[in-house]
């Protein structure tokens, strides 16, 4: 039995979903002292730490069996990433989890810029003044926000910004133009727009392209009373060049919820009165904090299965792709993971079809779409590295086509399998809110999340069908959590059931056997 060590605390709604795994052993030593941590590893397959472990060289020291490393949140500081990678342990994190939550921070921060609801209140609580001429404030509306990146957590400040009627420029070199335009944004690539905006706000992470992207020459650009809000890292502001446009009043004013040095409790911009903080709280929300554990817990579970590496850090073939094209290789190693186990004869050829923007990293795709193949039948005899030394020797046929246009989505992803007695063809893309989705499957059109136990039934399609597959389920104690049907124009339907519990093949025989069944199989990512 695989064994998951939780290091530190998280959520119990993901502690709940890890114990749900029945091929799962789930050990917390969320309160074992860390220098005794290193032996509880000693069988561990996977574990979750949050930013109190230090995973290093002494505590790796016995973790021989160690595949995967989840940091239940964004921040990896903790985690040494060179050595995980040299002992070939895959790292992740959970960047989008707290979004929600970082957002509506971010709105929090600039409405009090414009309005300075804390320093009104503590007056009037505090000092028991009601000065009314204290207490003028500008709008919003109308209003310019410059926005420095427009990912999971920029767009959706661009999409509440509108929603207060200001004007939104977005500045994102890793993005399609077609992200902002479609959410009503100005798109610019000339970083000048930005500075000239009323507001500015920044969520990109922190490397070397982004420290101090707002430097004294920057804001020097900018529109004397320009207001500031960095809710993402600290220095991507120079603090030191705030110091000085704060004091001068070049800058109006600076919200600010993280810093440099952390915890900063003797920063000078603590000083000023045209300053507003709060101690790196982004994440800080029942819902964010629940999301955390079970995308942590999510993580592991795919991880220890080796259908995904969700938001894997150590995988060399992403590091210098752009966000939105990272979630495709995961899409594109799930669809891979579902082919092989709907189509399991040998493999003679693979076709990996891409359309849209994402086109671009077709050969990164490749790869992964062959992790997802090989894996059920290879396990963890292949990787990133050697999956197409491993395709060659197995004389599997491999190519990418590319295409322009995705109508109806912005990209989407085919796999074309080939074997000895039949091809396979599988779609998907990814929507909003990173939102991964199966579309077809053989001519069949769906809209299914690749996630759990699934039952492919394919059917003539008449009458009955349906309703004897619920009957066989239930008369066995099998719940389905979900139901999706297609139909081709060959009086055919398939049903792809997605079901609570795994499947036995005294069941799935049941099912072949029910009249008008062409075709029943098993899935499992």
């Not at 400040?157 to 959410?183: C, N, Q, W």
């Not at 650009?221 to 993402?232: F, Q």
């Not at 979630?327 to 990996?352: P, R, V």
Request: proline share 4%; charged share 20%; hydrophobic share 45%.
């Amino acid at each position: 039995m695989l064994q998951v060590v939780i290091c530190d605390p998280i959520h119990s709604a993901g502690v709940a979903l890890l114990h749900a795994q029945t091929d799962l052993e789930v050990l917390d030593h969320s309160s074992t002292p860390k220098n005794a941590l290193p032996h509880a590893l000693k069988n561990a397959h996977a574990l979750i730490t949050r930013s109190m472990t230090p995973i290093d060289a002494p505590m790796l020291e016995h973790a021989h069996q160690l595949k995967a490393i989840v940091r239940a949140g964004v921040g990896v500081d903790n985690v040494h990433i060179d050595l995980c990678s040299k002992k070939g342990i895959v790292v992740m994190n959970v960047p989008t989890a707290n979004t929600i939550a970082a957002v509506e921070l971010t709105m929090a921060h600039l409405l009090n810029a414009v309005r300075r609801f804390p320093s009104a209140n503590a007056q009037l609580k505090s000092e028991r003044l009601w000065k009314r001429e204290d207490w003028y404030g500008t709008e919003l509306k109308g209003k310019k926000l410059g926005i420095i990146g427009f990912g999971n957590i920029g767009s959706r400040v661009g999409v509440r910004a509108r929603a207060f009627g200001m004007e939104v420029i977005a500045y994102d070199p890793y993005i399609h133009k077609s992200k902002a335009t479609d959410l009503g944004a100005h798109y610019t690539t000339d970083f000048n727009e930005i500075l000239a905006c009323d507001c500015i706000t920044i969520h990109t992470p922190k490397n070397a392209e982004t420290l101090n992207i707002i430097d004294a020459p920057q804001i020097a650009k900018m529109k004397e009373g320009v207001i500031l809000i960095n809710c993402a890292r600290g220095g991507l502001y120079n603090e030191e060049a705030l110091l000085e446009a704060l004091r001068s009043k070049k800058v109006r004013w600076l919200g600010l919820d993280v810093f440099s040095k952390e915890p900063s409790i003797a920063n000078p911009l603590l000083d000023l009165e045209n300053v507003y903080v709060t101690p790196h709280i982004g994440a800080n929300t029942l819902e964010s904090q629940e999301q955390i554990a079970l995308e942590a817990a999510k993580a592991v579970i795919q991880s220890l299965k080796g259908s995904a590496y969700p938001n894997a850090l150590n995988l060399s073939i992403k590091a210098h792709m752009p966000t939105y094209a990272k979630t495709y290789l995961q899409l594109t190693q799930k669809l891979g993971f579902f082919s092989a186990q709907i189509n399991k004869d040998a493999i003679g050829a693979l076709e990996l079809i891409v359309a849209g923007p994402v086109r671009e990293y077709a050969d990164s795709l490749l790869t992964f779409a062959l992790l997802g193949l090989l894996k059920p039948t290879l396990g963890d005899q292949i990787n990133e590295v050697n999956a197409r030394f491993i395709a060659q020797e197995r004389k599997i046929a491999i190519s990418t086509r590319a295409l322009d246009n995705a109508t109806p989505y912005t990209n989407a992803i085919t796999l074309q399998l080939t074997t000895r007695t039949q091809t396979t063809q599988v779609s998907g893309t990814i929507f909003a809110n990173d939102l991964l989705k199966i579309t077809n499957i053989n001519g069949f059109e769906m809209d299914i999340k690749p996630q759990g136990n699934m039952i492919l039934f394919k059917n003539t399609d008449v009458p009955g069908v349906v309703g004897n597959v619920g009957q066989t389920l239930g008369k066995h104690g099998i719940n389905i959590a979900d139901f999706r049907l297609g139909r081709n124009d060959k009086q055919e339907a398939l049903a792809v059931i997605l079901v609570d519990a795994p499947i036995s093949t005294d069941i799935l025989r049941a099912l072949q056997q029910i009249p008008h069944c062409l075709h029943a199989c098993l899935v499992c990512i």
